[in-house]
Antibody, heavy 123, light 106 residues
């Protein structure tokens, strides 16, 4: 059974960089069969996709966040990471990592999610 | 940017059928999926590729997608189905989520 677990600081100061890591267990992140994504959800609000990465390191980002976001992958540790710069209170949210199984026919969805981690941006 | 619109809330009694809609321009030309999210929990995939159910999802959950609207149907709704539901599609190399629908089982 695949499991994803987010980790990182729960409190980040405004203008600083938010850094989170997702550790994947029960399967290899380098299998080549999946995309690995970050998604966030402010309290009481909806879901927002942040970006994704493939085993090769190729990445895509939400255009609205692209200028501040970098996602990287470390296959030796079975982890992928998120860095978001110049954060403000608007970036306060629960951050999830999730897996998208690559399949034919341009179908994209998330079959496994982490439990989520709350990141608060405050001085 | 692409938008997916859902009704904010749906209320129904146990045993009734819930139809949750998700509207987007030519959504029927894309694949839609649906997630269930209970308070304090991570989203769970209940429908993918318009109408397929992942292993472990009850048969009372079904989906369809045509024209500009995707629909999640919960037949014989149970109290345990009370949750927020989000649709999601892929457009211009971006995952797009719907605005979310709160389903209340009275």
């Amino acid at each position: 059974q695949v499991q994803l677990q987010e980790s990182g600081p729960g409190l980040v100061k405004p203008s600083q960089t938010l850094s989170l890591t997702c550790t994947v267990s029960g399967g290899s992140i380098s299998s080549g069969s999946y995309y690995w994504s970050w998604i966030r959800q402010p309290a009481g609000k909806g879901l927002e996709w942040i970006g994704r990465i493939y085993t090769s390191g190729s990445s895509n980002y939400n255009p609205s966040l692209k200028s501040r976001v970098t996602i990287s992958i470390d296959t030796s540790k079975n982890q992928f990471s998120l860095k978001m710069s110049s954060v403000t209170a608007a970036d306060t949210a629960v951050y999830y990592c999730a897996r998208d199984p690559i399949s034919s026919g341009s179908t994209y969805y998330f079959d496994y999610w982490g439990q989520g981690t709350l990141v608060t941006v405050s001085s | 940017s692409y938008e997916l619109t859902q009704p904010p809330s749906v209320s129904l009694s146990p045993g009734q059928t819930a139809n949750i809609t998700c509207s987007g321009d030519k959504l029927g030309d894309k694949y839609a999926c649906w997630y269930q999210q209970k308070p304090g929990q991570s989203p769970v995939l209940v429908i993918y590729q318009d109408s397929k159910r992942p292993s472990g999802i009850p048969e009372r959950f079904s989906g369809s997608n045509s024209g500009n609207t995707a629909t999640l149907t919960i037949s014989g709704t149970q109290a345990m189905d009370e949750a927020d539901y989000y649709c999601q599609a892929w457009d211009s190399s971006t995952y797009v989520f719907g605005t979310g629908t709160k389903v209340t089982v009275l």
